[in-house]
């Protein structure tokens, strides 16, 4: 069974940075085995995709309003998922969730494992 776990959301300005964390634990396979992503979803809106990494060689994928602002890398060391976020906007503000998929690349329905989420407000 896998356990993903967020941290690191919070209020911020505009501008503003944040790195969200996702601890992983897991019995039947390691951290390595699966590629990880991002989404978010915001009040009244379907959960959207935001960034997505491989397991090992670091092939990443970004949805267009958050290139060259947020950087997705994982610690497969520590079990760790992270996401860089700067220059943040209010239109940012979501409650982030980490996932994990045996599929690279995969589309949201074929992301396993989810976690609970951190909430991100951005206020202008």
């Known amino acids: 069974q896998v356990q993903l776990v967020e941290s690191g959301g919070g209020l911020v300005q505009a501008g503003a940075s944040l790195t969200l964390s996702c601890a992983f634990s897991g019995r039947t396979r390691t951290f390595s085995d699966y590629a990880m992503g991002w989404f978010r979803q915001a009040p009244g809106k379907e959960r959207e995709f935001v960034a997505a990494i491989s397991w090992i060689d670091g092939v990443l994928y970004y949805r267009n309003s958050v290139k060259g602002r947020f950087t997705i890398s994982r610690d497969n060391a520590k079990n760790t998922l992270y996401l860089q976020m700067n220059s943040l906007k209010p239109e940012d503000t979501a409650v982030y969730s980490c996932?994990?998929?045996?599929?690279?690349?995969?589309?949201?329905?074929?992301?396993?494992?989810w976690g609970q989420g951190t909430q991100v407000t951005v206020s202008s």
């Open positions: 996932s994990a998929s045996l599929r690279f690349p995969a589309t949201m329905n074929e992301y396993d494992h």
